[in-house]
């Protein structure tokens, strides 16, 4: 018998989706794809792209 896997996709970005996306790769029903956002909230790369004037 053939097992039917499940589509997941996950949208995030941060420390919170390599955490889920560890805890379903494990289970064999599912197919999981990720889409990976890079964003930045301005912290110590916010401070480097103002004192060099550049894009981190």
Known sequence: ?????LNVGCFGGGTG?????G???HNPW???H???TM????GSSGTLRDQLGVLP
């Open 39 to 42: 964003f930045d909230s301005g």
């Open 17 to 21: 989706l390599p955490s889920l996306i």
């Open 30 to 32: 599912l197919q999981v």
């Open 23 to 25: 805890g379903l790769k």
């Open 34 to 36: 990720a889409v990976v």
């Open 1 to 5: 018998m053939r097992l039917r896997q």
